[in-house]
């Protein structure tokens, strides 16, 4: 069974441009999460979506946005980037939504802002 | 507020050692703990879950413990190997509670 996959591996872009990331979870799953990794605060929830809805939400600006697809694949996008936002974007899928289920990460993307 | 706190912030040990890392929790009511390992530049893979009910679990090396009248778990692992150099990480649940709750995460480095 194929895991959970980013798309890209790697991105630079400069302050200011907008990007867009994309991730497909393992076949059957319904649940995508993302998260924010940097070396300062560690894990930080961004989003969770299930059934192409937004079901929670983490502490970030409006700059920061998703969405999914009826075949559960997820992007999130961030406007307006700022130096702030290099990080290591992860997205996790799960069967169900929230924390009773099981997630499985993917390798992530490395967003790097100059 | 939940909160997971894992201590050593890192630690560094020599191959075929023991260790054992700390996660401390204020989360309530509690639904269930996890240990994550992550390897530099990847994403976490899942080592152990617990509920309530569970006191130990294993995974080869790995043996998590779990305390939940003091809200205190541990990862122990044994014989350790060069590829256990890695990021661990401690999350938690709580019931009717869709987020995790995250902890900082302990690295742990294995020297030959």
């Known amino acids: 069974k194929a895991g959970v996959t980013q798309t890209p591996r790697y991105l630079i872009k400069t302050r200011g441009q907008q990007v867009t990331l994309s991730c497909s979870p393992i076949?059957?799953?319904?649940?995508v999460s993302w998260y924010q990794q940097t070396p300062g605060q560690g894990l930080q929830f961004l989003f969770e979506?299930?059934?192409?809805?937004?079901?929670n939400k983490g502490n970030f600006p409006g700059r920061f946005s998703g969405r999914q697809f009826s075949n559960s694949r997820s992007e999130m996008n961030v406007s307006t980037l700022e130096l702030g936002d290099s990080a290591l974007y992860l997205c996790?899928?799960?069967?169900?939504?929230?924390?009773?289920?099981?997630?499985?990460f993917g390798p992530g993307t490395r967003l790097t802002v100059t | 507020k939940n909160q997971v706190e894992q201590s050593p912030q890192s630690l560094i040990i020599l191959e075929g050692k023991n260790c054992t890392l700390q996660?401390?929790?204020?989360?309530?009511?509690?639904?269930?703990l996890r240990w994550y390992k992550q390897d530099t530049g990847r994403g976490p893979v899942s080592l152990t879950i617990?509920?309530?009910?569970?006191n130990t679990k294993s995974n080869g090396r790995y043996t998590a413990t779990l305390d939940a009248d003091t809200k205190q778990s541990s990862l122990h692992i044994t014989a350790s190997q060069l590829s256990d150099s890695a990021s661990y990480i401690c999350?938690?649940?709580?019931?009717?509670?869709?987020?995790?709750?995250f902890g900082a995460g302990t690295t742990v480095t294995v020297r030959a």
């Open positions: 996790a899928s799960s069967r169900g939504q929230g924390a009773p289920y099981e997630q499985y």
């Open positions: 076949s059957g799953h319904r649940s």
């Open positions: 979506y299930f059934s192409e809805t937004q079901r």
């Open positions: 996660c401390n929790y204020t989360v309530s009511p509690f639904s269930n």
């Open positions: 617990m509920t309530f009910s569970e």
């Open positions: 999350v938690v649940s709580a019931i009717y509670d869709y987020k995790l709750s």
